[in-house]
């Protein structure tokens, strides 16, 4: 809020250049909110993903959480106004990469009611073939569910 009464007041004051320095910083926080937001939900798909690699099984629980965390992925990335998206796959990667581990974490505690330890877990799962799974149900061209 502080940045919005600071560009109303560079803007009073025609200071234009001060004023797209403030705008500059609003995009900067506001894609760091998406990132942020599509982080949190790339750890809950990802946990999934992982059990189901690690337990060679899926329940309905599973899959209802992995269609809901790709659903918000999609829809929080999706620029409403301008059309496009916030994150290129590249990028989307990147978050998924920054998410791997927290989703290693927590999967350790439920895959065979926690018994392995996170190194022995992502020991057990192929990284690359989640991500790979990950990007084909999240990707932008794909249809929302």
Known sequence: MEEILELKDLLLKGDIPGALTIVEELEEMSRDDKINNIGSYAVILLIHLIKQQAENRSTKSWEVSIRNACREIQRKNKRRKAG?????????RMALEEAYPNAIDRASLEVAEGIYEPEELENMVNREEIFHRAMSLISPTEEQN
């Not at 496009?84 to 989307?92: C, I, K, S, V």
């Open 84 to 92: 496009g998206f916030y994150l290129t796959p590249e990028e989307l």
